[in-house]
């Protein structure tokens, strides 16, 4: 009888799975595990995390007390305006070199991360910079003064009105 119970219980036990089929098991079980985290992260996907930005094109009105080349920065915007005898005109902030955001200062603009400097009308001083601040599309309407940031004109290009 005592064989009898052996024999049931070792026919009752699982067999022992062989290696290769282990392994393959697992490389199964990581396949499908990679698919479903893909999924999940698609999932994801359709959410916005992007950031409104401002407007390239925007409106400005100068200071009455804006005194002939003296600059205006407008709140939140990386141009400086000018106003002369002979216009209006912009100028964008934004280095040459890197892309940091240069600072007015008494001859000109400097970039204060790797020391660009620029005179009062844009053009490169002191390097590393390689290119002049471009000067940017500006037009009058009344007494709003209207910026494009995304078309650039030539140097000493004004708006007069």
Known sequence: ????????????????VPRR????????GAFVTALFLAFLGIIRLPRVVVSASPSRKFRVQLPESLQPGEPFVPPGRNVVLFRDSEGVYAISLVCTHLGCIVKPSPNGFECPCHGSRFAPDGHVIGGPAPKPLPWLAVSLEGNE??????????????ARG
């Open 1 to 16: 009888m005592k064989d009898d119970h052996t024999t049931v219980l070792a026919r009752l036990a699982p067999e022992p």
């Open 21 to 28: 089929d282990f392994l393959g098991l697992s490389a199964l």
């Open 145 to 158: 003064v209207w910026v494009d940031g995304n078309v650039t004109v030539q140097p000493g290009t004004k």
